[in-house]
């Protein structure tokens, strides 16, 4: 697989990039943050986007999608992360698309396939239950009765679980607790009976809710694949969601590095521009090795959704935990580099840090993905 972009790529690249530092700069984020915006991104953004193809860059085309693959999708998500445009473009887009894509039946598909393409439908994957990515570790219930599904159960960190018009909800339906077997992936109308949904607000000026479901009942058509099969679906939309997010991490470090390159040529101290320091030299040429090497495992990892998926666990776990590292690398070092003004709200360079910190946490930490990536390779 050849790891550089396509000319069509790039075009698109190009365009992401010029539209978001128009229309979605860090002080979008930084006025939704300081008002208090009650959705979390603007509606009119996001229409923009859709209008731009963006929600349906890996939808097929017979539902309505452009089909352009995860490599398009991750040049507009690396543009993202260099703007910290706030979107449900992740969490329904590419997530919640991902699980009909590759669990629903043909009717899911014809009726909620072509809706997230055209903007009129946001989806949320409601799965953790603790302050940790355990995947397999479900509580909430599902049970069958005749028609119907009952759901009870809490779920945590839900990313734009408050404003989403539907939930795909991880529910146990068999099995011991921490089993992968016995998984249940349901469609839920956030707003229906049972249902209590609670906003937070992240330390990035994102948003997650916590969840609670109450004897919640949904017809049985809602399940998504069969029932008690949902590890088999879960699974890989799970590392689609890692290589989406690490390429919105691989955008979050450069627009930082980049930055603070620029505050090197810039401050001056001692008589000389602190860029001269041969000690922070080293340190930018360290940082600089680690994005070029990040940007070829990430750039594998994209193109294995497409090409390769049986290879896709490995370098799922791969890319995030090297982008996990680069991005925790580069945003300290930023804020560092900039000295006591680097933490205060003055100034953008702390709004990546924060970014970083909670994209770290999205799908599993460097702990957990190293771990997967060592047992996936037999030892």
């Keep these: 697989m050849a790891l550089v972009l396509t000319e069509e790529q790039r075009l698109l690249k190009d365009t992401a990039k010029d539209f978001l530092e128009s229309n979605a700069p860090v002080a979008a984020l930084r006025k939704l943050r300081d008002e208090k915006d009650p959705l979390g991104y603007s509606p009119e953004l996001w229409q923009q986007m859709v209008e731009m193809g963006w929600a349906s860059i890996i939808l097929p085309e017979a539902y309505g999608g452009l089909e352009f693959g995860f490599q398009g999708l991750g040049v507009v998500l690396e543009e993202s992360g260099r703007s910290l445009a706030a979107s449900p473009l992740f969490a329904s887009a590419v997530v919640g698309a991902s699980a009909i894509i590759l669990g629903g039946s043909e009717e ?3 009726t909620l396939l072509p809706a997230v393409a055209g903007g009129e439908l946001t989806l949320a994957l409601a799965l953790e239950e603790s302050n940790h990515h355990r995947p397999t570790h479900i509580s909430t219930t599902a049970q069958v009765q005749g028609d119907t599904v009952v759901l009870n159960g ?25 089993d992968s077997e016995g998984l249940t992936l349901i469609l839920v109308d956030r707003t229906a009976a049972g249902v209590n949904c609670q906003r937070t607000i992240l330390m990035d000026s ?23 099969q949902g590890w088999a679906v879960l699974e890989p939309v799970l590392d689609r969601g890692r290589v989406a997010i690490a390429a919105e991490m691989m955008g979050v470090a450069l627009e930082a590095f980049e930055r603070t390159m620029e505050y090197l040529k810039e401050r001056e101290q001692f008589g000389a521009v602190i860029g001269s320091f041969q000690a922070l030299q080293h340190r930018a040429a360290h940082m600089q090795s680690e994005i070029e090497l990040c940007r070829s495992v990430l750039l594998q990892a994209l193109s294995t959704v497409d090409d390769a998926p049986q290879d896709l666990p490995q370098l799922a776990s791969l890319a995030k935990t090297k982008l996990n590292e680069l991005v925790k690398l580069v945003t300290n070092e930023a804020v560092q580099m900039h000295g006591g003004i680097g933490v205060t709200d003055e100034l953008d360079i702390g709004f990546f840090l924060k970014r970083g910190r909670v994209a770290m946490q999205i799908f599993g930490d460097a702990g957990f993905h190293k771990d997967r990536y060592a047992t996936l390779c037999g030892y």
């Design 206 to 228: 994102r948003n997650a809710a916590d969840i609670e479901f109450e004897n919640v009942s949904v017809p049985a058509s809602n399940i998504i694949g069969e029932i008690s």
């Design 154 to 178: 809490t779920k945590r960190f839900v990313l734009d679980g408050h404003s989403a018009d539907k939930l795909i909800v991880v529910a146990r339906s068999s099995g011991a607790e921490r």
């Design 108 to 110: 899911q598909k014809q």
